[in-house]
């Protein structure tokens, strides 16, 4: 099958793992918070940034090899972390943390991953960043640490746009809960979507292992609350001169939108910004991602290392945001449409979408270089 005929861009992926996966784990990737009306916003304001295309620029063959953070990847783009990635696709972690190795592209893995970072480590090899909801405990805290540094991880992330959960209406709807209640809706969707079935069955049913290694308790149900409690450290400014300390890594703080935080943030001896409104899954009022950006640049200066995301589908999305002021963009759900749509098959294709992309957009624009795409940006975005 030519899957670029078949699947060529990122919504026929989603459309195809939306049929191939169960309805509660299609929903837990899929659904933002309320109305969805920041996700909405997301969307249209990355459509609402142009360019204007020029002509007669000969053969344009950009290269996309970016060194960012004192590291070289093969493209300025690369994997966000996702909690419970094997609940969208078993064995989803090994496969995005394989091929991001395999393609030189950085791999994020999530305090809540159902892998552990000591299994993900070696596969993500020198690829891999560790994300890190702050546990209260300070000596489970230092252990995540210590462990994600011994794995190989080389960045960590620390997560500051997850004060609490999020009201997620339609992943309720869906009824997706932890632990799994067995309903009979549950069971219907586990029978008619027998191959996630089986390779479930096969893997285990998936677990937010990291955290649930540090509860001490043969009940699987209270463990499992306990464990999501243990994450829950509601981290201040505080917590994050500390984790400064005790990190000797390049430390990244992911879920920034406001300006006058970047700043601060940079005072604190962060080495990297992460502008993010976690695709509109936790505060729907908020604004558009993308129009934030160029605020947190001029905020930061223009060498500071700044990564985005929120709502990238394409690979013109990826130009909008490198023209815009990031030096980095990552991807969160296409990647789990496309393993759920296509199992190992997935990431090495939208790897592919994503460049073909940017390359024929840059074709139009004439732009030679990355750094050439401010200049072909219009006016009033
Ligand atoms: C299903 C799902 C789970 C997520 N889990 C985490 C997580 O555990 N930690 C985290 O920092 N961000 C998490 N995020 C946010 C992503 O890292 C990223 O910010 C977002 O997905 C990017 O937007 P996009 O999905 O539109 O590409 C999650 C996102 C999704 C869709």
């Given at each position: 099958m030519d899957l670029d005929l078949s699947y060529p861009a990122v919504s026929d992926l989603r459309r195809k793992a939306r049929r191939r996966i169960p309805h509660f784990a299609f929903e837990y990737l899929d659904s933002s918070t309320g109305a969805e009306l920041q996700f909405a916003r997301n969307r249209d304001a990355l459509d609402a940034v142009h360019f204007m295309p020029d002509i007669l620029r000969g053969t344009i063959d950009p290269d996309f090899t970016t060194t960012f953070m004192g590291q070289d990847f093969s493209r300025p783009f690369g994997i966000a972390p996702v909690g419970m990635s094997g609940l969208m696709w078993p064995g989803a972690e090994r496969m995005l943390a394989s091929h991001a190795f395999e393609q030189r592209i950085p791999y994020s893995i999530s305090?809540?991953?159902?892998?552990l970072p000591e299994e993900i480590g070696p596969v993500a090899g020198d690829m891999g960043w560790f994300q890190l909801y702050c546990p209260a405990d300070p000596e489970i805290r230092r252990d995540m640490l210590k462990r994600a540094k011994t794995s190989g991880f080389t960045k960590l992330i620390l997560t500051v746009d997850v004060p609490d959960d999020s009201r997620r209406e339609r992943q309720r709807r869906a009824k997706l809960t932890l632990p799994p209640k067995i309903t009979p809706r549950v069971v219907w969707e586990v029978l008619t979507h027998p191959e996630w079935s089986l390779r479930t069955l096969a893997l285990g049913a998936p677990r937010i292992v990291l955290p649930e290694s540090y509860v001490d308790n043969t009940d699987p149900r209270s463990s499992l609350a306990h464990a999501g409690h243990i994450i829950r450290g509601e981290p201040d400014w505080d917590t994050l001169k500390t984790l400064r300390e005790e990190w000797q890594g390049d430390l990244i703080v992911k879920g920034v939108m406001c300006p006058d935080a970047a700043k601060r943030l940079v005072s604190e001896g962060v080495d990297c910004i992460w502008v993010s409104n976690h695709s509109a899954r936790q505060f729907e009022p908020g604004p558009a991602c993308i129009t934030q950006l160029p605020k947190v640049r001029a905020a930061v200066g223009p060498d500071y290392p700044l990564i985005f995301d929120s709502g990238v589908a394409s690979g013109m999305d990826i130009l909008r945001a490198l023209a815009l002021g990031a030096d980095f963009v990552m991807l969160g759900r296409a990647w789990h449409y496309a393993v759920a749509a296509l199992g190992e098959k997935g990431p090495a294709h939208l790897t592919h979408i994503l460049t073909d992309d940017m390359r024929l957009n840059m074709a139009q624009m004439g732009t030679?270089?990355?750094?050439?795409?401010p200049g072909r940006l219009l006016e009033g975005v």
């Open positions: 305090t809540v991953a159902t892998r030679h270089t990355l750094a050439d795409l």
